[in-house]
């Protein structure tokens, strides 16, 4: 079956250091999302992918980028973590074939990651 | 500011009762709303989605589509305890990207 999969599921780290996020989806989707969740804030978009090679920044960009290199992988690099980064990361996809206004977003398990 | 507004709760029901669910967002362009749900220490899980104004049911679940008001609604008929959870309203606002709401936390009493 088609799925998501992130790794770590929980990761601790210490502040400073460079943290790589993965996201794995086998279902062959073009769009490829992070977002954050914190208590209080709901959802946020960190960074977005329409497509290989594409990117693009959401609402909370700022410390954190992106790359994609094929379908199937979104890896989320946090450059130089910071205890504000504490949180639980999602990764998602959709298809866009059925076009810009039906965009159902299918998400992984998420990556706890914690900043000392 | 695209906003996607619910009241965080909790909304406590009984066993078996319906439970109403309701979101407001700001964005008179917003072509697809969504509902998910969301159980403690998991991921958010797609229940419904609707894109014309009215009533889409699917199973105990109904959706509700005012575009008018700007408002979407989430009835959950027959309630289980196995229903509490916090339920993410969505709406599409640029392109393939969407806005979240902060979710209202569903409990249902036995």
């Known amino acids: 079956d088609a799925e998501i999969t992130q790794s770590p599921r929980h990761k601790i780290t210490e502040t400073g250091r460079q943290v790589t996020l993965a996201c794995h989806q086998t279902?062959?989707?073009?769009?490829m999302f992070w977002y954050r969740q914190d208590l209080g804030h709901g959802l946020r978009l960190i960074h977005y992918s329409y497509g290989v090679h594409d990117t693009n920044k959401g609402e909370v960009s700022d410390g954190y980028s992106v790359s994609r290199s094929n379908t199937e992988d979104l890896p989320l690099t946090l450059e130089s973590a910071a205890s504000s980064q504490t949180s639980v990361y999602f990764c998602a996809s959709s298809e866009p074939s059925m076009g810009a206004g039906y965009n159902e977003q299918f998400f992984g398990p998420g990556t706890r990651l914690t900043v000392l | 500011q695209k906003e996607v507004e619910q009241n965080s709760g909790p909304l406590s029901v009984p066993e078996g009762a319906i439970a109403s669910l309701n979101c407001t967002y700001s964005d008179r362009g917003s072509q697809s709303f969504f509902w998910y749900r969301q159980y403690s220490g998991k991921s958010p899980e797609l229940i419904m989605s609707i894109y014309s104004n009215g009533d889409k049911e699917d199973g105990r679940f109904t959706a509700q589509l005012n575009k008018a008001s700007q408002y979407v609604s989430l009835l959950i008929r027959d309630s289980q305890p196995s229903d509490s959870a916090t339920y993410l309203c969505a709406v599409n606002w640029s392109s393939y990207k969407l806005i979240f709401g902060s979710g209202t936390r569903l409990l249902v009493r036995p």
């Open positions: 279902w062959n989707h073009n769009n």
